[in-house]
């Protein structure tokens, strides 16, 4: 009939409407989840990264940390051995110098008792190595030797106490070879060591030069 609108063809353009709104309402709701997706897949690959990276720097960091305890070990251990090694040294060093006085002071400073009677030996030993035929230079060496070795003191011992009489015996006790009373009497010291000097060296002269360049003969 004329002028009758039909009321069908709004509808369904209604129905189309709500459903291209409901269409780009999901599309928006599907758009917005994979952004979230995203952002949240992107926040956890950083706190991974940062994880990691936080990781490695605390691996250097102990890693440089040992390297420095080592360097300071080695440090130690090496000042521990200079330090040991100088301290064998004085040591070393305080041994040779105490052995070196011991030696200076045997030879230089003997522990004689001389007699009074040093005179009245001297002129003992000269007859009795005059009978030997030692008189002139060799009379000189053996009085020379004897004077240091003792001063003719049939008492004179050494430093340790171990060598004594006139010709400085060692043991003392070897002059007892020469007689019972090695201990007091003169003539019986200087036949012991007038008999030594001829064994081992030949002559006073001979004896005399070695205790010149060795301080004992």
């Not at 130690?76 to 030696?103: D, L």
């Not at 007091?184 to 007038?194: D, E, V």
Request: with cysteine; proline share 2%; aromatic share 6%.
């Amino acid at each position: 009939m004329a002028g009758t609108v039909s009321r069908e063809p709004a509808a369904a353009s209604s129905v189309v409407a709500v459903s291209q709104s409901r269409a780009n309402a999901d599309v928006r709701v599907n758009r917005s989840t994979d952004r979230l997706s995203q952002l949240a897949r992107a926040k956890k690959l950083a706190a991974q990264q940062a994880a990691a990276r936080k990781a490695a720097l605390k691996r250097a960091a102990t890693k440089k940390a040992n390297a420095k305890q080592a360097r300071i070990a080695a440090a130690k251990r090496a000042a521990a051995k200079k330090a040991a090694a100088k301290k064998a040294r004085i040591a070393a060093a305080k041994r040779a110098a105490a052995r070196k006085a011991a030696a200076k002071k045997a030879s230089r400073s003997r522990i004689r008792s001389i007699a009074p009677s040093t005179g009245s030996n001297r002129r003992i030993g000269r007859e009795m190595a005059a009978k030997r035929g030692w008189t002139g230079d060799e009379w000189t060496c053996l009085n020379n030797l004897w004077t240091k070795e003792s001063g003719w003191s049939t008492r004179a011992t050494n430093g340790s106490g171990s060598a004594g009489g006139i010709p400085q015996a060692l043991p003392a006790s070897k002059m007892a070879s020469a007689g019972d009373d090695w201990r007091t009497n003169a003539a019986t010291q200087i036949k012991w060591g007038l008999g030594y000097i001829s064994g081992r060296y030949g002559h006073p002269c001979g004896a005399w030069r070695h205790f010149q360049n060795h301080n004992w003969y």
